[in-house]
């Protein structure tokens, strides 16, 4: 399983598509964090942890940065080597995942040094109350969590859709649109769907949710869609 991840890894790394996304992470981070605190003036504790939420900022990136690397194995055929080298989809399948969950951990790693070198300066000419080392401690843990569960996400929806197009557009209006909609049949089920999970963790809780509470809630969103990956994928012929 190790060779699996390691060559998984090498894939990642070595495509144009991880730089793209990363530099995507790199532009939002770098002026979510600069326009929050110099035009919003966070002058509050869950404000200030706001500002300063990169895992947030990322997510959706980290989504679409799964499910466009998965699909990329079908849009350019890579997948049938692949299965001639480790002929059980299942092990190829979950190295595949453990791959783009560490790089989208190492990636949340970068992201929390680049917010808090630009971040912590600011905020410390901001009035109010200043965060303690257990808020800075939440922000990091949920966006690791976060970063490694989205992509993890990602890939199992790219393998089930495989049309790379279809899994981008369909991420985005999953997210932006399918999800809000479902806050008219009833507001408390908003806090079981996938974006607030993100968002749940990635802030380190809220009032509507706890931590512990988003988490499990992102872990059981991550099995169901690693579960109905495996099982169609298992059964789809290589092409």
Do not use: C
């Not at 190295?95 to 070198?117: C, D, K, N, P, Q």
């Not at 790219?158 to 997210?175: D, E, H, K, M, S």
């Amino acid at each position: 399983m190790g060779r699996l991840v390691a060559g998984e890894l090498i894939k990642v790394r070595t495509t144009r598509t991880a730089l793209g996304f990363g530099a995507a992470s790199l532009l939002l981070v770098v002026a979510g964090v600069t326009i929050t605190i110099l035009a919003g003036h966070p002058d509050t504790i869950d404000d200030k942890r706001s500002a300063l939420n990169f895992g947030d900022a990322i997510s959706l990136v980290v989504l679409l940065f799964g499910a466009v690397g998965a699909t990329g194995e079908f849009r350019h055929r890579t997948l049938a080597p692949a299965v001639l080298i480790a002929p059980d989809r299942l092990r190829l399948l979950v190295a595949r995942i453990g791959a783009y969950a560490l790089t989208g951990a190492a990636l949340a790693a970068v992201m929390a040094l680049v917010t808090f070198a630009i971040g912590i300066p600011l905020l410390a000419g901001e009035s109010g109350p200043d965060l303690a080392g257990g808020d800075y401690a939440k922000l990091v843990a949920g966006g690791l969590l976060v970063s490694a569960l989205a992509v993890a996400i990602g890939v199992a929806f790219g393998t089930l859709v495989r049309n790379q197009v279809f899994a981008v557009i369909g991420v985005l209006v999953w997210i932006t649109i399918l999800e809000p909609l479902v806050g008219l049949i009833k507001d408390r089920l908003l806090d079981y769907t996938l974006g607030s999970a993100l968002t749940g963790v990635a802030e380190g809780g809220s009032d509507r949710l706890s931590f512990g509470g988003a988490i499990v809630v992102l872990l059981a969103w991550t099995v169901v869609m690693l579960a109905a990956a495996a099982i169609v994928d298992g059964r789809r012929d290589v092409e």
